[in-house]
């Protein structure tokens, strides 16, 4: 078996169907050995709760293969512990996080043909999932479950460059205070898509969510934190009152880049839209794109520009990506524990 015979470069971001899959289910209070399957389809009961009440969360990495042609992925440890997390919240049982790592190790190492080669630019994208199969019918927990990864080759984020994007601020929330906003809930996105199709039709990149209650500061994006660089270069990162951001790994790695690695000053703090427009840099995160530069942040028809401009990533916002995606590709030193071989 060698690789597939793919045109790395242009397969986008969509489903494909690769070999194998990780499969775990969960009944009588405990979850079964697991095994790696050819079957990518579900046969479940129409009366199961993921189908009713939404009990269903989600995680997203990528396996991809560095300089020296080895498959790794990058801090699978913290996927593992926000499912967990999520899980709780929802009700569901906890795929031990060990378990999860190794499930992550079969499936990748199953499909190993299916990872894009060095240079690329594109990666594996690991899909875990976990959803409850058991029958409801009253409002309540259901007792079976099934945790599932699947993987997918995914092409390179930004071709021919990262183009910065214009952005508006949204009419709608994206998570009610202390909801669910700070889990990786499939719920959460259902009622997102709305309100991306209409800033999609009217032109927007992305909608930047602002805080539900009071709609006076910045919380993140459908799907991606936001970071800006201040006039003194410092890195602001926007916390939420109401515990509704989702904890990005790709936040939480380039705040320690920007700390331990560049020297850089680092606020996390409350952001209110209204000083945004003293920042000079400003992006979104989130795994599948490392960081998108934005260029312009629309709010109700007053445009607010970035000193970056339209042309290309800031000049802060480029060292965290290239230092950041250096640690990924092994060409930067990489902090203990953060990339992790596929052996
Ligand atoms: C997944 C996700 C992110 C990005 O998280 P990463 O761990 O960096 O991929 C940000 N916001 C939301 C709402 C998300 O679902």
């Not at 790696?36 to 009961?45: G, L």
């Not at 899909?127 to 309540?140: D, L, S, Y």
Request: proline residues 5%; hydrophobic residues 40%; aromatic residues 10%.
């Amino acid at each position: 078996m060698g690789k597939k015979e793919l045109d790395w470069a242009n397969i986008g971001f969509s489903y494909i169907k690769t070999d194998y899959r990780y499969v775990s289910n969960y009944k009588d209070g405990k979850w079964d050995d697991g095994e790696i399957t050819t079957d990518a389809n579900i046969v479940m009961s129409e009366d199961a709760g993921v189908l009713h009440y939404a009990q269903e969360c989600f995680e997203g990495l990528k396996a991809y293969t560095t300089e020296d042609g080895k498959i790794v992925t990058f801090r699978p440890d913290l996927n593992a512990k926000r499912m967990v997390d999520s899980a709780a919240r929802l009700e569901m049982p906890q795929f031990p996080e060990d378990r999860f790592i190794d499930a992550v190790e079969k499936v990748v190492k199953a499909n190993q043909d299916w990872v894009p080669p060095f240079g690329s630019g594109a990666t594996l994208y690991i899909r875990p999932v976990m959803f409850a199969t058991g029958n409801v019918i009253g409002v309540k927990p259901a007792d079976e479950y099934q945790f599932r990864i699947f993987v997918t080759p995914v092409g390179p984020y930004f071709k021919g460059g990262a183009k910065p994007i214009v952005v508006k601020i949204s009419d709608f929330d994206r998570a009610a205070p202390h909801g669910t906003g700070n889990i990786k809930a499939g719920l959460n996105y259902a009622m997102s898509l709305h309100a991306i199709v209409t800033a999609h039709e009217e032109g927007f990149a992305e909608n930047v969510y602002l805080d539900a209650a009071t709609r006076t500061y910045i919380e993140e994006t459908g799907g991606a934190n936001i970071i800006f660089v201040d006039e003194n270069g410092t890195l602001v990162v926007p916390k939420s009152h109401s515990d509704s951001i989702l904890p990005s790994i790709t936040r939480r790695s380039i705040v320690y880049v920007a700390e331990n690695i560049l020297g850089m000053k680092v606020e996390e703090r409350y952001v209110k839209l209204e000083e945004v427009s003293s920042f000079k840099e400003m992006g979104l995160c989130g795994t599948a794109a490392v960081i998108s530069p934005v260029g312009k942040i629309n709010d109700h028809g007053k445009e607010i520009c970035f000193a970056s401009g339209m042309d290309e990533m800031g000049p802060t916002i480029k060292k965290l990506y290239e230092t950041l995606t250096g640690i990924q590709m092994g060409k930067v030193e990489a902090p203990a524990g953060w990339i992790h071989e596929i052996k």
